[in-house]
């Protein structure tokens, strides 16, 4: 079973900031935090990842809670290609155990 | 394009053929994934293969049989399938180490008659 647990779905506007949240409250300390995005008729795609610290990368921003039970991706301006399904995701340090869940819908509205 | 092809795009295949995917990642990466996602669900991770050798096997029937030749090649041979399974069947490849950032393929669409 999936050690996250996020919203179904989510509406944002277009041009918006749109926050996804997170919640890993069994995180062990070496699991990395993984977020990757599912566009419809597509394979996953990688989106960004943390342990402890927050980051930014061209195409979001990671903000995790000082204790990692939470996680919340930022995507900082909203655009209709970014409608999709985005996962969030535990992995431990072996590469094992990497298990998606329903992950939340986002659907971004013109 | 992530760097990683999968061929064939579709594949209809009747319950008593037999057939293979296949997987090539150009990244140079170590770790190859099968994944399996069925209509409605959750991927579901099926194989994983780092550096040549079959670290997870997640409960998968032996009608469905990996082969990962080299680090670059991954393949998924198939027979005597059932109708439900039926899906999309994705590979993936990660570097062989922490903090294995995974880039998926476009899948295999598998329609079994």
């Known amino acids: 079973d999936a050690k996250t647990t996020q919203p179904n779905s989510m509406e944002s506007n277009e041009e918006e900031p749109v926050h996804l949240p997170c919640n890993h409250s069994?995180?062990?300390?070496?699991?990395?935090i993984h977020w990757y995005r599912q566009l419809p008729s597509q394979g996953p795609e990688y989106v960004i990842h943390?342990?402890?610290s927050n980051v930014n990368n061209r195409m979001a921003s990671l903000a995790i809670a000082e204790d990692r039970k939470s996680s919340t991706l930022i995507l900082h301006r909203a655009t209709l290609r970014d409608a999709a399904v985005y996962y969030c995701?535990?992995?431990?340090?072996?590469?094992?155990?990497?298990?998606f869940g329903p992950g939340t819908r986002l659907s971004v509205l013109p | 394009e992530t760097g990683v092809t999968q061929t064939p795009r579709h594949l209809v295949m009747g319950m008593t053929n037999k057939k293979s995917l296949k997987c090539e990642q150009h990244?140079?990466?170590?770790?190859m994934y099968w994944y399996k996602q069925s209509a409605k669900k959750p991927l579901e991770l099926m194989f994983v293969?780092?550096?040549?050798?079959?670290?997870e096997n997640n409960s998968v029937p032996s009608r469905f049989s990996p082969e990962c030749p080299n680090s670059s090649h991954l393949f998924l041979h198939l027979h005597t399938l059932q109708p439900e399974d039926s899906a999309l069947y994705l590979c993936a490849s990660s570097q062989g180490g922490p903090p294995y950032e995974q880039y998926f393929g476009p899948g295999t669409r598998l329609t079994v008659t």
């Open positions: 990244l140079g990466h170590n770790a």
């Open positions: 293969y780092n550096f040549k050798e079959q670290t």
């Open positions: 069994t995180i062990s300390g070496t699991d990395y």
């Open positions: 943390g342990l402890t």
């Open positions: 995701i535990l992995q431990d340090n072996y590469g094992q155990n990497f298990v």
